[in-house]
């Protein structure tokens, strides 16, 4: 069985930084688009980021564009989230999700096909 695991989560200040890190294990993601996800109590599960992981090329949305930044290790099969001026509204856990490298609509929860725990993050104000 593929397996994810977040790691990194915590309490941080607003405008401080957080580094996610997602370790796949079970079978090798050399050809897959790896995503972040997060949601917030109460709230619809949301994108954040994706990178296909042979092209490296990346996608954010909206709302944290110029403030995360997606990258991949191939050698350690790990996909990190690097997360700078954080804010109150950041607040959510988050998930990293494993799919396709032929896949589209990178934004769709439904088209991944593996999923981590969730790691926490909580920025105070």
């Known amino acids: 069985q593929v397996q994810l695991v977040e790691s990194g989560g915590g309490l941080v200040q607003a405008g401080g930084s957080l580094r996610l890190s997602c370790a796949a294990s079970g079978r090798t993601f050399s050809s897959y688009t790896m995503g972040w996800f997060r949601q917030a109590p109460g709230k619809e599960r949301e994108f954040v980021a994706v990178?296909?992981?042979?092209?490296?090329?990346?996608y954010y949305s909206n709302s944290v564009k110029g403030r995360f930044t997606i990258s991949g290790d191939n050698a350690q099969n790990t996909v990190y989230l690097q997360m700078n001026s954080l804010k109150p509204e950041d607040t959510a856990v988050y998930y990293c999700a494993a799919g396709s490298q032929r896949m589209l609509r990178v934004v769709v929860g439904t088209n991944y096909d593996y999923w981590g725990q969730g790691t926490q993050v909580t920025v105070s104000s």
């Open positions: 990178i296909r992981w042979s092209s490296g090329s990346t």
